[in-house]
């Protein structure tokens, strides 16, 4: 496995990521996905995803060039969902994978210098991305979700005990978490928290990152 | 722009490409992709590319190990429609893209060694995608098609001359071609001709193909 700088940078950056936002143009409440984005900075979190699955090739790299670009003035990570190619095409810091999207020893063979996460639902699939090359987890759903169709039943808090005590890598763990409930997961350890509606269907975005920010820190 | 030996011998190899087939799940009379392939090869073609807008990244990326596998045995050329990365992965000789794709040049960058072949339905377009560094361009649709919804109206047969006598790199023309038509396309110096359906769908697939190769030698 390849390794360099830019890689190890990357790393650093995620250990102090503690909210990490999920774009969904279509659970935004018709927001646009660059105004999400800005709240999302204005917030102060360190991360974002650009998650679009409706989006043809084209208007999704677009999408991403002009995140990569404010992200990058920012100085904060962008991590593309499922695209490796989209990913490396606008020079992201990271591809997330779920466990449909391509193996991770593959993806890490082409973009050495990304950041990697995979999308896992047990301690088999957790233990297994790790072993493949994840530099990161998702352990979810927590909770019920509407963000995903037709997912796994939800894990339930203990899973951040269960899974996350047995790997090494770090890991968000994300799946229905909101204000009212983050409590619970920020108890059992969880210490990166990976949302979609609590920020893109809050009645003020920022002021949202930010609660969910100062809940994370405890 | 980078080159090299690799991308040299596929471009060799393309030059010889007579009959062009693409597969289409959904349009194959419930024929699988790999049948559809093994007949291809017995038909003697140089070329497959594998074409798949439904699949989950995970397993098109599995058929397309396996397209990889056979079409290296075979000394056929195999190109994957869209994803960049996936060809990558698969070590596929190229890619091709759609005007809704990533730019030619940018998947250039990402993959000096594919041949990148470019769908285009104009001469502006396709001026635009030899400029970009397309190795190959796609014309058409020359006829009616069902083989992509909504597509542009089709072009006819004149624009094989209009539109590819306009340009230098070598070329495929596509949409609605069958055993009834192709005369009339040869006639106009098609050299290269994509089909789908009048593979797939033909009652022998390898004598399709065969028939098919046969009117393109004229």
Redesign the interface.
């Known amino acids: 496995m390849v390794d360099n700088a830019t890689r190890s940078k990357r790393k650093e950056a995620f250990s102090k990521v503690d909210l990490y936002p999920v774009t969904c143009q279509r659970l935004s409440a018709g927001r646009s996905n660059l105004s999400v984005l800005q709240a999302v900075l204005k917030g102060g979190s360190r991360i974002i995803q650009l998650r679009e699955t409706d989006l043809?090739?084209?208007?999704l790299?677009k999408m991403a060039l002009d995140f990569r670009r404010i992200t990058s003035e920012a100085g904060v990570l962008l991590v593309i969902n499922?695209?490796?190619?989209?990913a490396?095409?606008v020079d992201a810091d990271g591809v997330h994978l779920g466990?449909?999207?391509?193996?991770v020893d593959?993806?890490r063979?082409?973009a050495p210098e990304l950041l990697i996460g995979v999308s896992t639902h047990s301690t088999d699939e957790a233990l297994r991305a790790q072993k493949q090359g994840a530099d990161y987890l998702n352990i979810g759903p927590i909770f019920p979700t509407n963000t995903k169709d037709g997912l796994h039943r939800f894990l339930g808090p203990d899973a951040i005990t269960e899974i996350g005590g047995k790997v090494s890598v770090p890991f968000t763990i994300m799946g229905g978490i909101n204000g009212s409930n983050i409590d619970q997961v920020v108890s059992r350890g969880a210490k990166k928290v990976a949302v979609v509606t609590a920020i893109t269907q809050a009645i003020d975005m920022e002021e949202a990152v930010r609660l969910l920010r100062q809940k994370i820190a405890g």
Chains 1, 2 share one sequence.
């Open positions: 043809p090739d084209r208007a790299y499922d695209r490796v190619d989209i490396l095409a466990q449909d999207d391509l193996p593959i993806a063979k082409l």
